[in-house]
């Protein structure tokens, strides 16, 4: 394992070597999120190669996707605090709507899984807002899902049932299984909750 983890430090230099540092910047950012879903050793890695260059050139829009990508490699290590200063540092370096409300989404996820759930909320909340305006309706179905954890987390189970169906309405429409069936999952959870089975 420390064998790859050198090998992989060893050809990240190597890829930046000699390279302009936009083309440099350009490069981690592309390797980076050829690995956002993994494994978070190269997602990391290339990250933070890439902030680095960022913030050295200046390159604020640049260095919010890297931090970005920081948080959710630092997510998939369960790094939570880490993640989240991650996630932070992109809120104060990006301008861009889609990415702020991603960025939202990962910081109430952080929030939702420490037990924070006003802070959770907030977040969850401030992100539908900005898919709702940008009518990005795949992100609004999966924070109206994040909004309706929360509320159901916290026995408002009326307001949960509200977003839930808001989300299941898009997820239906678009066809989006990977909302669909965490909604879907969340509704049966709370009919459970209230001895109600006649839902679907």
């Known amino acids: 394992?420390?064998?790859l983890v050198t090998l992989s430090f060893l050809l990240l230099a190597l890829n930046g070597y000699g390279q302009s540092n936009a083309d440099s910047l350009k490069l981690f950012l592309e390797k980076a999120e050829s690995y956002a879903a993994g494994p978070p050793d190269s997602l990391i890695n290339y990250s933070r190669s890439a902030l680095k260059v960022a913030l050295e050139t200046n390159a604020d829009q640049e260095g919010g996707t890297a931090a970005w990508l920081l948080g959710i490699g630092k997510r998939m290590l369960n790094e939570l605090d880490s993640s989240e200063y991650y996630f932070e540092k992109a809120l104060t370096l990006t301008n861009d709507p889609e990415l702020t409300g991603n960025v939202k989404?990962?910081?109430?996820?952080?929030?939702?899984a420490t037990l924070?759930?006003?802070?959770?909320?907030s977040y969850f909340l401030e992100a539908a807002v900005i898919f709702e305006k940008l009518e990005l309706e795949s992100r609004q179905a999966a924070a109206y899902t994040n909004i309706g954890m929360v509320l159901n987390t916290s026995?408002?189970?009326?307001?949960?049932?509200?977003?839930?169906?808001?989300?299941?309405e898009i997820s239906k429409r678009l066809s989006l299984t990977n909302t669909l069936l965490p909604t879907l999952v969340n509704i049966s959870i709370l009919f459970e909750k209230?001895?109600?089975?006649d839902y679907l």
Not at 106 to 111: F, L
Not at 194 to 197: E, K, M, S, T, V
């Open 1 to 3: 394992m420390i064998r």
């Open 155 to 168: 026995d408002s189970d009326e307001k949960a049932l509200t977003y839930f169906k808001k989300s299941l």
């Open 116 to 121: 924070e759930l006003d802070g959770a909320l």
């Open 105 to 112: 989404m990962g910081v109430g996820g952080i929030k939702y």
């Open 194 to 197: 209230n001895d109600q089975y």
